[in-house]
């Protein structure tokens, strides 16, 4: 029997070493759709309930397989929902790759206009985007776009109308093989002509730099991954303290006690401490776009950059950074000892594959007794901070604290465990406690900050690793949006996971997070409870409803065992814990008359401005109390 180009489709995919494709079904993808039910070497179909959904387990497959992510949809609104995930790929550099039907042309009339996917898809797939119109084309498209999503780390769209995938296969021309194994391994990340080792002469000038520092701080990016080990030896032959932006909090272990945790506005302490303080600074693989937490480019901090891409310039004014610096800090802007101008952010920029550099870089750095106080410091910081936030966990709440619920769970997860993480309060949880140790696994959506991805990461995580437990953080208001209908995909596909277990954790402040009102604060504007407060939504009650294990926990005498319980199910289950509304996250580096004016702008008409209030002067103490009791 003659292949249709949409088995032709399947069968390149799966060369490349791509083994799942999430779709949503609709006019346009059909053909392909099916084609993955009807031959048996083809990439297994998740079928989703949402286009929307399809992108983030997309994105969530990628993120943990470290293979391109592969998600259909048809033109029309199901592309439009695409654009989420796509984008969220795009901020925070994941390959993958969509492919979009258009329906025949009798089917798209004037009485069903559709978007121009050419158009739609412009700006989020700008390294790729094609358009397939004869079967000859397909062979040369699809490894383009696979090659540009490996090397670049980005999203391509590749569009096939339907009546091109309902075609017969012709005998193909001759053309090149796909690399061997998968895309992402064989093309490797500079794969599109960018050398995979920097010139010897940026290696020596780098050299001079980080052998010349006496407080080198290390910020590592999620285009690190993979180089863990060799990051870990150049911090401790520099006596380097590690930060680590979101998207990157598993690259290298936080158990190490030279690990400060993440920088962000919800990141830690030390963190802010190590960017703040430091007279060297090396980034590897990072894109870390908050400014504020970085030391002044040009300024008395001397820079080296390592990644695959060439940097943006970041700079930014001087009063938008380190409110708390002593003074005199940031100084005056000099001249770069870079040779790049006065304009250029780094001093030294090495363009180049980041495990080959470091692995050339490693040998011309000298070890030594310098810097050992600074790395004193800096692990004395880590030390006082988990101090702290134990102690944050342990103050009262109405009922249950959420820093309490991210507390508990830290020493309760596997060591093989796959985290995601949703946008709001919840990042600064994740971020802060728990501790992502060597062999585990972490994602949340940094560029996008997209609500409702964690559930969708998760399914992908389980699809790309089925012996592995997965562990979904989720407000209530992203449940709500995406997560019970992901539920059924868990109950659905449990049986496909050797490792079955799925714990969706919710932290249940019955729609009052605290991200909603930081925007209406900035203006004053007064909060209205029936706006902001959602009824309570049985999550465990519907979870039991699919055959999953639903546990709810309302006290916190019960958060230790409701973790223990869903750990322990036999398959996907749901926890969820009534957390306390008024408990906000403090960003790290408030100071006490940044917290004051927040005070006040929340005292202008929030219903429970004195309960905020007090949780964030509680929470802020904690920072100045000698032992590790509890204000």
């Known amino acids: 029997m003659t292949a249709t180009v949409s088995e032709h489709i399947l069968r390149r995919l799966r060369e490349w070493g791509v083994d799942h494709v999430f779709g949503c079904p609709g006019d346009g993808v059909h053909a392909l759709l099916a084609a993955c039910d009807r031959i048996e070497d083809a990439p297994r179909l998740v079928r989703s309930p949402h286009a929307r959904t399809s992108a983030f387990q997309a994105v969530g497959h990628a993120r ?103 075609l017969d296969w012709p005998e193909p021309p001759e053309y090149a093989e796909p690399p061997a194994g998968s895309g992402a391994a064989a093309v490797g990340p500079c794969g599109d002509g960018r050398p995979a080792a920097p010139s010897a002469e940026a290696l020596e000038r780098a050299a001079e730099i980080l052998n010349s520092g006496d407080k080198v701080a290390i910020l590592v990016g999620q285009a690190a991954a993979g180089a863990g080990a060799e990051v870990r030896r150049i911090a401790e032959l520099l006596g380097a303290g590690v930060a680590k932006e979101p998207a990157a909090k598993d690259v290298v272990g936080d158990e190490l006690p030279y690990v400060t945790g993440v920088v962000d506005p919800l990141g830690t302490r030390p963190s802010y401490e190590l960017m703040r ?18 030391p002044e480019p040009g300024g008395r901090v001397r820079c080296v950059r390592i990644d695959v891409e ?65 790395l004193a410091t800096v692990c004395d910081n880590v030390r006082r901070w988990q101090e702290v936030l134990d102690r944050r966990s342990r103050l009262s709440a109405d009922p249950i604290n959420p820093e309490q619920v991210a507390r508990v769970l830290d020493p309760l997860l596997p060591p093989d465990a796959m985290i995601t993480c949703d946008a709001g309060s919840l990042t600064g949880w994740y971020a802060r406690h728990l501790t992502l140790r060597t062999g585990m696994r972490g994602a949340l959506s940094e560029g996008l900050a997209a609500t409702g991805c964690a559930v969708p990461y998760a399914i992908g995580a389980k699809f790309a690793h089925p012996d592995r437990p997965a562990i979904a953080l989720v407000g209530d208001g992203a449940m709500r949006l995406d997560g019970l209908a992901e539920l059924i995909i868990a109950a659905r596909d449990r049986d496909l996971w050797q490792d079955p277990r799925l714990v969706v954790a919710v932290w249940n402040d019955r729609g009052l997070d605290r991200g909603a ?47 223990r319980t869903a750990l322990a199910a036999d398959g996907p289950a749901v926890v969820e814990f009534l957390t306390d509304p008024t408990v906000p996250p403090v960003p790290a580096h408030a100071t006490w008359e940044q917290l004051g004016a927040a005070a006040a702008a929340v005292l202008k008409g929030e219903p429970d401005a004195g309960s905020v209030v007090r949780h964030a002067f509680k929470a802020k103490m904690q920072e100045f109390l000698p032992g590790p009791e509890a204000g």
């Open 64 to 166: 943990f397989g470290g293979r391109p992510g592969v998600c259909a949809a048809a033109v029309g609104p199901d592309a439009i929902h695409l654009l989420g995930g796509l984008y969220d790929a795009k901020l925070d550099r994941v390959p993958v790759l969509a492919i979009v039907g258009r329906p025949r042309t009798e089917r798209d009339g004037p009485h069903r206009p559709a978007p121009d996917p050419e158009a739609l898809f412009r700006d989020v797939a700008s390294e790729f985007l094609e358009t397939v119109t004869a079967p000859q084309d397909l062979p040369d498209v699809l490894d383009r776009a696979l090659r540009t999503a490996c090397a670049r780390r980005c999203p391509v769209v590749v569009v096939v109308p339907e009546d091109v995938q309902e």
């Open 277 to 294: 303080d430091c007279d060297t600074l090396l980034t590897i693989g990072s894109s870390f776009a908050h400014p504020r937490f970085l």
């Open 310 to 374: 060439p940097a943006q310039d970041r700079m930014a004014r001087p009063s938008d950074r380190f409110p708390d610096a002593p003074p005199g800090f940031p100084h005056e802007p000099r001249e770069p000892h870079g040779p790049h101008g006065p304009h250029e952010p780094y001093d030294v920029e090495l363009v180049a594959d980041v495990r080959e550099t470091l692995d050339r870089l490693i040998p011309t750095i000298r070890s030594g007794e310098r810097g050992r106080e600074w």
């Open 517 to 563: 009102l930081h925007a209406q604060d900035a203006h004053g504007e007064p909060h209205s409870v029936p706006s902001q407060r959602s009824p309570d939504v049985p999550y465990a009650e519907f979870a039991r409803s699919l055959g999953l294990t639903g546990v709810r926990v309302e006290t916190p005498e019960e958060v230790e065992a409701g973790w």
